[in-house]
């Protein structure tokens, strides 16, 4: 019996992953709703991985980690005034939350060229916070453009009134001049988001920086099935 509901749940957990890309608005929205204290744990726990070592980088570290968590805590703010449609939410409110999103990149970059390589270790758990607040980030970005309507993320994000601006600062995705009808692979890249769930990316990033960096692990939120914590795996 125990094996038998244990199937059921893997198969659940395996599913659900995939249920917000099937078009469903609030598991979506709940989706990216989760994710974004994942992001600002990992981001924050920089700083544990740098404060043993030269004070003033510390202090630079934490400033920018600082701002990291600001943005992501306002996308999440903004999201959620949007909850039951963010379809509806103004073009302005979207193009906030793609503002913010830029700058978490930019932060971010900001951390990692801070901390520079005069310590490989410290170098390397760093770029493995940064890595998997980027992959969270750029995850919540698909999810975001593809819940706007196409006008809207087109106006804001591709270029019309804002040349050369594209969601997330990422390079524009259209299709190729050699032919202009072609797809090309970075046209499907564009609206498809990892396939990683941010519980997955916080496990990963624990398992490396858990032997240098312990105090830098991060809390992995339980997976939870139709609103219900799965008390298989979770925690650190």
């Known amino acids: 019996m125990k094996k038998c509901l ?17 078009g469903c608005g609030n598991s ?8 974004l204290p994942i992001a600002v744990d ?15 980088l510390t202090k630079e570290v934490t400033e920018y980690a600082g701002k990291v968590s600001g943005d992501l805590k306002l996308i999440e703010s903004l999201i959620g005034q949007y909850k039951a449609d963010l379809a509806k939410a103004p073009a302005g409110v979207v193009g906030q939350i793609n503002a913010a999103l830029n700058d978490c990149q930019t932060n971010l970059g900001a951390i990692l060229q801070a901390v520079g390589v005069s310590n490989p270790t410290v170098t390397a758990a ?41 969601f997330m600062a990422m390079q524009p995705q259209g299709p190729s001049q050699s032919s202009p009808n072609a797809k090309t692979t970075r046209d499907d890249a564009s609206n498809k988001t990892s396939g ?15 032997k240098d960096f312990p105090k830098a692990k991060v809390n992995v939120p339980k997976m939870k099935v139709a609103g219900i914590p799965v008390p298989i795996t979770g925690g650190r």
Do not use: M, W
């Not at 990683?196 to 858990?210: C, M």
């Open 6 to 22: 244990s199937g059921i749940l893997t198969i659940l957990l395996i599913a659900l992953p995939c249920i917000p890309l099937a």
């Open 28 to 35: 979506v929205i709940d989706t990216v709703l989760e994710d």
């Open 42 to 56: 990992i981001a924050t726990s920089v700083i544990n991985i740098v404060s043993t070592g030269d004070a003033e």
């Open 126 to 166: 760093v770029a493995a916070a940064i890595g998997s607040v980027k992959l969270i980030l750029g995850d919540v970005a698909v999810l975001v453009k593809n819940s706007v309507p196409p006008a809207v993320s087109a106006k804001l994000f591709f270029g019309v009134g804002l040349p050369g601006v594209d």
């Open 196 to 210: 990683k769930s941010a519980r997955q990316i916080a496990k990963e990033y624990n398992q490396k920086v858990s």
